[in-house]
């Protein structure tokens, strides 16, 4: 029997720093928000869970390209996962790819590391742009990609390609909210980009 996950919402667009309460009183009158992150070190993006899909509906239809916090606002409901794949999905290896200073979509990345094996997701940013993943269906082929492609020229910039590691079960470890970043992907997966170590939530 799956478990039902709470639905989630993207909200991009912004363009300043925006604190959890601004967002709350923004999103609150469409039901019971259960979680939330903002993304501050770069800014621009943010996630809100609700406890039903009615609630997350309703903030959808009614915020979608509207005028919030300064500037028009896009949200969109994230991808859901089927949590009876989560043991199988949370064995695949994750490479973060920073560093891109073009604008690429996906068919661009996906090319230049299925040389290395087979590619089962690929994840870009775009608001803010810069980074992206790369899921691989095995170790070896996630090692071989990191081997050869961190460091290279790529998409305009020398990209720093790297593993990212999960979370170890039962660790209750908080990091400052400056230091999340937070997309499509599993929550607990981390990396290191220079001094700062961020968490996938």
Request: hydrophobic share 35%; aromatic share 10%.
């Amino acid at each position: 029997m799956s478990v039902k996950s709470s639905p989630r919402l993207f909200i991009g667009g912004l363009k300043r720093n925006v604190e959890k309460e601004e967002m709350t009183a923004e999103f609150t009158e469409f039901g019971e928000i259960v979680d939330m992150w903002i993304a501050y070190d770069p800014p621009g993006f943010a996630f809100i869970e609700f406890s039903s899909e009615e609630s997350a509906q309703a903030a959808l239809e009614a915020k979608h390209r509207t005028q919030a916090f300064d500037c028009e606002i896009r949200v969109e409901f994230t991808k859901k996962k089927d949590s009876n794949k989560n043991s199988e999905e949370s064995s695949r290896p994750r490479l973060f790819i920073g560093g891109i200073i073009e604008h690429i979509e996906k068919e661009d990345l996906r090319p230049k590391f299925e040389k290395f094996g087979t590619v089962t997701d690929v994840w870009i940013a775009h608001n803010p742009p810069g980074f992206a993943f790369v899921e691989f269906d095995n170790e070896d082929s996630a090692n071989n990609a990191v081997a050869e492609m961190d460091g290279s020229k790529l998409f305009g910039g020398t990209v720093k390609v790297q593993i990212t590691k999960g979370r170890k079960e039962g660790r209750r470890n908080r990091v400052s909210e400056k230091r999340v970043y937070t997309g499509p992907g599993r929550r607990g997966d981390e990396f290191r980009h220079g001094e700062i170590r961020w968490i996938l939530v």
